[in-house]
């Protein structure tokens, strides 16, 4: 176990590793603030759910990293569960050093927007400095479309996951986990988003490190879930968690228009994250895995 000064945040290889061999997912929510922090880990620790905490560049530039880690070491210390804090879509070595610096123990480096070669080699570079420290890395081959904070890709430029090339890919980086571009975008859909089941199951008998979802809010739980079946080991959460949260912050000012306690506004704000969190919990499987 860890000693009394040692950290207390996970990379998220273990974790992962472990949910590829019992066959469910560990969920990623992106976090924002202390109430997103708080309510993602507490309810994790009462279902006895393995967590990831993910925040953007945007979010580690609007809470600060050293905050971040101050309050995710503080949540991993109280709660016995394996609680990780990732850099999610982060296209920047300098920015991922700064934070793995700063005790962030797991990274997404981002570089599907550039040609093969390159991306071979941006995200090598930071598999080279990351496991040094004994941190995780995860990449993206092909590209998602969507919308997630700074990062826009239009529909036209999203690319699906060549499954031979996602071998060369990982054998190439040294990797530990990889991003999988199936069909999933970040944000809500138009319709029914049609996910490529088939190109997973390919990707799956190409690569043997995790594999992970990228825009799974608005995607239904069934689907999710066959493509936990099928080797997703990881599954991405913003929007879903965003969105009640919002709404149920309107509806208490909609009610208290004279309200200014923030305790007392984002409280059902919290209450309603906490049902999404539970709801992707189960769906995930990863209740009692920790
Ligand atoms: P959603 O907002 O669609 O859930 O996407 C989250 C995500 O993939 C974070 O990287």
Redesign the pocket.
């Known amino acids: 176990m860890h000693s009394e000064n040692s950290s207390h945040i996970v990379n998220t290889r273990e974790m992962l590793i472990k949910a590829q061999k019992e066959h469910y997912a560990v969920p990623?929510f992106?976090i924002h603030n202390l109430e997103t922090v708080q309510v993602v880990v507490e309810t994790a620790a009462e279902w006895r759910s393995p967590v990831i905490l993910?925040g953007?560049p945007g979010t580690f530039e609007y809470a600060g990293g050293d905050y971040l880690v101050a309050i995710v070491e503080t949540a991993a210390r109280k709660h016995d569960i394996p609680i990780a804090l990732h850099l999610?879509?982060f296209e920047s070595f300098e920015a991922i050093k700064t934070y793995l610096d700063m005790g962030v123990r797991s990274c997404?480096i981002d570089a599907s927007h550039e040609p093969f070669e390159e991306n071979v080699r941006i995200v090598k570079e930071v598999v080279d400095y990351a496991h040094r420290l004994g941190a995780s890395v995860e990449a993206e081959l092909g590209r998602?479309g969507?919308v997630?904070d700074d990062l826009i890709v239009d529909e036209k430029d999203a690319r699906y996951t060549n499954p031979k090339q996602a071998k060369e890919f990982v054998a190439r980086t040294g990797i530990d986990s990889l991003?999988v571009a199936i069909g999933?975008?970040?944000?809500?859909y138009k319709g029914e988003p049609k996910i490529d089941l088939e190109r997973l199951s390919a990707i799956r008998q190409e690569v043997s490190v995790p594999l992970v979802?990228?825009?799974?809010?608005?995607?239904p739980s069934p689907i999710v879930q066959e493509t936990i079946r099928r080797g997703i080991c990881k599954v991405?959460?913003?929007?879903?968690?965003?969105i009640p949260f919002a709404d149920a912050v309107k509806q208490y000012f909609a009610e208290h228009p004279d309200a200014n306690d923030p305790r007392k506004y984002l409280t059902p704000g919290k209450e309603a994250m906490k049902k999404v969190v539970i709801e992707k919990i189960k769906m995930c499987g990863s209740h009692g895995k920790a």
């Open positions: 990623a992106n993910a953007t999610d879509h997404m998602l969507g997630e991003a999933t975008a970040h944000g809500l979802l990228h825009g799974a809010s608005d995607v991405n959460i913003a929007t879903d968690l965003k």
